[in-house]
């Protein structure tokens, strides 16, 4: 079993800045990539961003480039996302996304954390 612990979320103001967190436990043999999502009320989850694990290059979503910044802790499993310059528009539920295999031979699995609520005031 996986588990995923996020933490960081909470209410920011426009123009400051937050940082997430998002730790991961369990049976893990290696990962692929992990990253945050977003959802908005009434609107779909859309990507924040991701990291691979393996080579460190990461991929944003177009709201957010330039303002986040995800990154990790390799010996700690664990993903870090520093929001900049935060707006009223990046108010939702973050939610942490882990793609890994369990094992050595395993397919590919993906895991999603509980949810972190970030609310930005103008």
């Known amino acids: 079993q996986v588990q995923l612990v996020e933490s960081g979320g909470s209410l920011g103001q426009a123009g400051g800045s937050l940082r997430l967190s998002c730790s991961a436990s369990?049976?893990?043999?290696?990962?692929?990539?992990m990253g945050w999502f977003r959802q908005a009320p009434g609107k779909e989850r859309e990507l924040v961003a991701t990291?691979?694990?393996?080579?460190?290059?990461?991929n944003y979503g177009d709201s957010v480039k330039g303002r986040f910044t995800i990154s990790r802790n390799s010996a700690g499993i664990t993903v870090y996302l520093q929001m900049n310059s935060l707006e009223p528009d990046d108010t939702a539920v973050y939610y942490c996304?882990?793609?890994?295999?369990?094992?050595?031979?395993?397919?590919?699995?993906?895991?999603w954390g509980q949810g972190t609520q970030v609310t930005v005031s103008s």
């Open positions: 990291i691979n694990w393996g080579d460190g290059s990461t």
């Open positions: 369990g049976r893990i043999f290696s990962i692929h990539h």
């Open positions: 996304k882990l793609r890994y295999s369990a094992w050595a031979w395993g397919s590919p699995a993906e895991y």
